[in-house]
Nanobody, 118 residues
């Protein structure tokens, strides 16, 4: 049973930074594709970022501002979010993915709320 637990969300002002963490249990992350998705109120869930080995992918709206990384020793995935904008406000979900191109999640965390005020 794979369990993904996100943390690190919060309420910040525009321009601030946050780092989200996703701790995994039940399966090693080594060699696996991992990603972040987000869902804003009234909108569908959208892909944010993914990592598989040395390959990373990002949705266009976060390129240059967000960085995804994975620490296999800690079995944890991170999302460093800089220069946050109000439109980044959403619940952010960590996912273990079957593919990154296209991005497709198979196991999901419960999510962590990120709210960016203007």
């Amino acid at each position: 049973q794979v369990q993904l637990t996100e943390s690190g969300g919060g309420l910040v002002q525009a321009g601030a930074s946050l780092r989200l963490s996703c701790a995994a249990s039940g399966r090693t992350l080594s060699g696996r594709a991992m990603g972040w998705f987000r869902q804003a109120p009234g909108k569908e869930r959208e892909f944010v970022a993914a990592v598989l080995g040395s390959i990373t992918d990002y949705t266009d709206s976060v390129k240059g501002r967000f960085t995804i990384s994975k620490n296999n020793a800690r079995n944890t995935v991170y999302l460093q979010m800089d220069n946050l904008k109000p439109e980044d406000t959403a619940v952010y979900h960590c996912a273990m993915m079957s593919t990154i191109r296209p991005p497709k999640g198979t196991y999901w965390g419960q999510g962590t709320q990120v709210t960016v005020s203007s």
